[in-house]
């Protein structure tokens, strides 16, 4: 009898443990899940390790706390989300749909009239660019574009400079966009010396130098000190970036930098091998890769 009593209690517990197990490889399951979607919205590298802290409740019913820890970069960075419980929202500065399905047409007829512009004005490839002067990444593709895109295709692409400042993570980003946009004001080159000065010197400036910095651009590029400083102080280029920042978001862009070519997203520092690949499909060429002065 208690033989029996032992086989039976040795069952149930096989039962319970089995379970146990099954339900820790769902929740584990679900988790893999969720951190996958949130790296697709908010456009995290694949090479780059995501973990998520544990939830927390909230003020807000159904809307929980949680650490997001994003580590492979030159800095790691730990950023606090905030998730809907049945995981479907993120709240990061804004609230992200993570079962939207956009509209696959919504890169298309993008606006680019009267947007800084590099590159033959009638080339059949145009390469449409929203960044962040703040952002590492996008100092990385500025190097990629104007060393290798550029001189590889000089008649076949035009890229067209449009601001997405990430101020939540980029504390000066926002107002360097605009003192580029107030270059801008006084032609397309003097917008370009801003940008490549800007990303050439972007581990050099900070929120308290920014004003000195941009004053020492101005000056390097022959612009207008008077003009430049009366645009920076108005609301006309806030506006211009602001309306940037809208579009970008839009058109469901989280990160920096982004690239729409020919109607195509192509999002991150992307190799120059990424954006010859799109290009070439479009040209139907096949072109040998160029070296960049820069690593």
Same mark, same amino acid.
């Given at each position: +009898?208690?033989?029996?009593?032992? @086989? %039976? =209690? %040795?069952? %149930?517990? #096989?039962?319970?443990?089995?379970?146990?197990?099954?339900?820790?490889?769902?929740? !584990?399951?679900?988790?893999?899940? @969720?951190?996958e979607r949130i790296r697709q919205q908010l456009?995290?590298?694949?090479?780059?390790?995501?973990? @998520?802290?544990?939830?927390?409740? =909230?003020? /807000?019913?159904? %809307? =929980?706390?949680? =650490?997001?820890?994003?580590?492979?970069g030159a800095k790691p960075r730990t950023e606090t989300i905030y998730l809907s419980e049945d995981g479907r929202w993120l709240f990061w500065g804004r609230l992200y749909d993570l079962?939207?399905?956009?509209?696959?047409?919504? #890169?298309?007829? /993008?606006?680019?009239?009267?947007?800084?512009?590099?590159?033959?004005?009638?080339?059949?490839?145009t390469v449409i660019e929203y960044s962040d002067f703040q952002c590492p990444f996008c100092e990385r593709a500025y190097w990629t574009l104007k060393y290798k895109l550029l001189p590889r295709y000089p008649d076949q692409v035009r890229l067209i400079y449009k601001d997405f400042p990430l101020s939540q993570a980029h504390p000066w980003a926002l107002k360097a966009a605009v003192g580029?946009?107030?270059? #801008?004001?006084?032609?397309?080159?003097? #917008?370009?010396? +801003?940008h490549d000065l800007l990303f050439e010197n972007q581990d050099e400036i900070s929120p308290d130098n920014l004003?000195?910095?941009?004053? !020492?651009f101005t000056a390097a590029s022959s612009i207008a000190a008077a003009e430049f400083q009366q645009c920076y102080e108005s609301e006309a280029a806030l506006a211009r970036v602001k309306a940037a /920042?809208?579009?970008? !978001?839009?058109?469901?862009?989280?990160?920096t930098p982004a690239f729409v070519i020919n109607g195509q997203l192509l999002s991150g520092a992307a190799p120059f091998s990424a954006f010859k690949a799109l290009i070439d499909r479009e040209l139907g060429a096949d072109r040998a890769e160029v070296s960049s002065p820069r690593p």
């Open positions: +009898m208690h033989a029996r009593h032992l @086989l %039976l =209690t %040795l069952a %149930l517990l #096989f039962v319970f443990v089995a379970a146990g197990a099954v339900l820790l490889r769902a929740d !584990e399951s679900e988790e893999s899940a @969720l951190i456009r995290i590298p694949a090479s780059y390790t995501v973990k @998520l802290g544990p939830a927390e409740k =909230t003020a /807000i019913p159904c %809307l =929980t706390k949680r =650490t997001l820890e994003v580590s492979g079962e939207a399905q956009p509209d696959p047409n919504r #890169f298309k007829n /993008i606006p680019v009239d009267g947007h800084p512009v590099r590159g033959a004005a009638n080339a059949p490839v580029a946009q107030c270059a #801008f004001a006084q032609g397309n080159d003097a #917008f370009w010396k +801003m004003a000195a910095k941009l004053a !020492e /920042i809208a579009e970008a !978001e839009s058109l469901g862009l989280t990160g």
